[in-house]
C-alpha cells in the first residue's frame, strides 16, 4: 500500500522560507514522477510544481523562482523548498504521486500559513 506522508508545514513570515518533505513508502520510488499541490480556503487545490522520475521541472508561475522540488531517490523522498513566500500561499499542501489513467496517491496535507 503506497503512503505519502508530508512534513515541514507551519506558520511564517511573509519573506519567510520553509521546506516540506514527502516521505513515500508501499512504492517504486524512483520511476514515478511526483507533484505539489495546494488548496487554498475556498478555493480549488492547484498543482504547484513537478518532477519528473529523471529529475526535470515544472512550475506553476505564481511560484517560478521561489520554490523549488527536489527528490532523494535513496531516501523515497521529495522537497519543496518554499522562498520569498507570500501570504497568498498560504493553503493545505499535498504530496502527490500520479498514475496514468486514475488519480493516483495523496498525502494528508501539510498547513503552510503566511502570515505576521
Known amino acids: 500500500q503506497v503512503q505519502l506522508v508530508e512534513s515541514g508545514g507551519g506558520l511564517v513570515q511573509p519573506g519567510g522560507s520553509l521546506r516540506l518533505s514527502c516521505a513515500a513508502s508501499?512504492?517504486?520510488?524512483?520511476?514515478?514522477?511526483m507533484d505539489w499541490y495546494r488548496q487554498a480556503p475556498g478555493k480549488q487545490r492547484e498543482l504547484v510544481a513537478v518532477?519528473?522520475?529523471?529529475?526535470?521541472?515544472n512550475y506553476a508561475d505564481s511560484v517560478k523562482g521561489r520554490f523549488t522540488i527536489s527528490r532523494d531517490n535513496a531516501k523515497n523522498t521529495v522537497f519543496l523548498q518554499m522562498n520569498s513566500l507570500k501570504p497568498e500561499a498560504t493553503a493545505v499542501y499535498y504530496c502527490?504521486?500520479?498514475?496514468?489513467?486514475?488519480?493516483?496517491?495523496w498525502g494528508q496535507g501539510t498547513q503552510v500559513t503566511v502570515s505576521s
Open positions: 508501499g512504492t517504486i520510488f524512483n520511476i514515478y514522477a
Open positions: 518532477i519528473s522520475s529523471g529529475g526535470s521541472t
Open positions: 502527490h504521486q500520479p498514475r496514468l489513467g486514475w488519480a493516483g496517491y
